[in-house]
Nanobody, 121 residues
Framework: QVQLVESGGGLVQAGGSLRLSCAAS????????MDWYRQAPGKQRELVAR???????DYADSVKGRFTISRDGAKNTVYLQMNSLKPEDTAVYYC???????????????WGQGTQVTVSS
């Protein structure tokens, strides 16, 4: 009943920028936090950025000052603006959201399919 659709990944040169989008659709009662994760080959999946309903944000140390997470509640969409990209940012990026589908339902995690971001040197 709920799906997350991502867009914006691609190939970019070091120092460039990309903007990722993730839109949640379906039967949605409320959304708690929305997140961006990434996973590079041979490495653990890491939380890149998280945004809460009241606007508080958390970032991984590796992206602070370069990435910005934002949220459009009316569109159930989360964005990740990525600037000053480095080859180390190369990974598959995943959108995640904790969503309640009804008043009586507990929040469940939903994931996008992932989008590849490749930064060349």
């Amino acid at each position: 009943q709920v799906q997350l659709v991502e867009s914006g990944g691609g190939l970019v040169q070091a120092g460039g920028s990309l903007r990722l989008s993730c839109a949640a659709s379906g039967t949605i009662f409320s959304i708690n936090h929305m997140d961006w994760y990434r996973q590079a080959p041979g490495k653990q999946r890491e939380l890149v950025a998280r945004i809460f309903p009241r606007g508080s944000k958390d970032y991984a140390d590796s992206v602070k000052g370069r990435f910005t997470i934002s949220r459009d509640g009316a569109k159930n969409t989360v964005y990740l603006q990525m600037n000053s990209l480095k080859p180390e940012d190369t990974a598959v990026y995943y959108c995640n959201a904790q969503i309640r589908t009804s008043y009586s339902a507990v929040g469940d995690d939903y994931w996008g399919q992932g989008t590849q971001v490749t930064v060349s040197s």
